[in-house]
Every structure is written in C-alpha cells, then in structure tokens.
C-alpha cells in the first residue's frame, strides 16, 4: 500500500534561514507525490507537485522538492524561511486513482 | 477565478441529529472529494465522486453519504451524529482525481 511518513512533527527556524521538511513514501511503483500548507483555520493549499517528469520539483513561494528513489524520500526546503511560512505542512501520496493519503503533519514555527 | 466554495462555514449540532454539507468546485472540474481532519490530525478520505459517479470511498461508516449533482457541486450527508463526528470537512475538487484543490472547509461541532 502506498504511504508517506513526516519525520519530524515540528521544526522551528529562525526567520531568514533554511527550512527543510522530510518525508519518506511506501509505494511500489512510481508515486504521484505533494506537499500542501495549511495556515491556522485554513483550508488546504497545493504547494508542489512530482508526477515523475523531473526529481526536482519547483513550488511556489520560494518552495522546493526532490523526489529521490534510491531513498524514497520526497524532502521539502525552502533556502529562507519568513515570517509567514509558520503553518501545518503535509506531504500527500496519490492512491488508487482516485484518494489521497496524507502525512501526519509537520508544524513549522519562524522565530524572528 | 473562484475556487472551491463550501457552505456553511461552521456548524453546532447535538448528537444524533443530521447534517448536509456543501461544496462547489472550480468550474471546469468534474470530480468532487470529501475530507474529515480531526483537531491535530491530517484529513482523511471519505469518498470521490467524478461525472456523477461515485469513485472511492473510505474507511467510514454509512452514516456518511455524498452526492454529485448536474453542475458538479455536491453535498456530504453526515446521519445520527456522534461527538467523534466533531471535525474540519474539507472538500477538494481536480480535473480528473489526482491533483485536488481544497476549499476553507466547514467545521462541524457536535455536542
């Protein structure tokens, strides 16, 4: 079965230095891999997105992912952290066609 | 554009009573997802529907229902509600299923 795993339930950073967020999927083939955010009593935003054209994934607000497969990992970075990016990350599997399945989350905070 | 709309935003119910939610995809899109997050969780799947039909569905019991309309909105039935039943619904909508788009959700509140 396909799953993603957050390995870390909260990172705190410093406002201006690098953010990353780890991630590790199951999958028995090639995933369809995300990453959403979610601000405080938010809905859900799409910040990128792998589907196997290219290992490095562009998102947007300064987000990037690699989707590595010798370590079937799909870590999240960002080289400067904001004020703004403090918010609940998830990084999502596409299942069966038609589902996805989320990751326990990660919380981020920015110290200023 | 206008994304995923969701109707109503928050909700009080007591146990045992009813509830519909709603949503309307970004035009264009014909497949609707429903999602529960519980407080402190990642949301979990409930069901898609895409043209009307429904897709998938997830580990919940049949007090939960869904159905797509016409003009590709739809509605989450939620029967005989239980304080656990107490989340964020969360509706997404995508072109064919895989890239979703989520709405601001409706926080239903079970007493």
Redesign the interface.
Known sequence: AQSVTQLDSHVSVSEGTPVLLRCNYSSSYSPSLFWYVQHPNKGLQLLLKYTSAATLVKGINGFEAEFKKSETSFHLTKPSAHMSDAAEYFCVVFVGDYKLSFGAGTTVTVRA | DAG?TQSPTHLIKTRGQQVTLRCSPISGHKSV?W?QQVLG?????IF?Y?EKEE??R?NFPDRFSARQFPNYSSELNVNALLLGDSALY?C?SSIQ?????????TRLTVL
């Open positions: 995923v997802s999602y969780q990642g949301p979990q799947f898609q895409y897709r998938g997830g969360l997404a299923g895989d890239e979703q788009f989520f709405g601001p959700g």
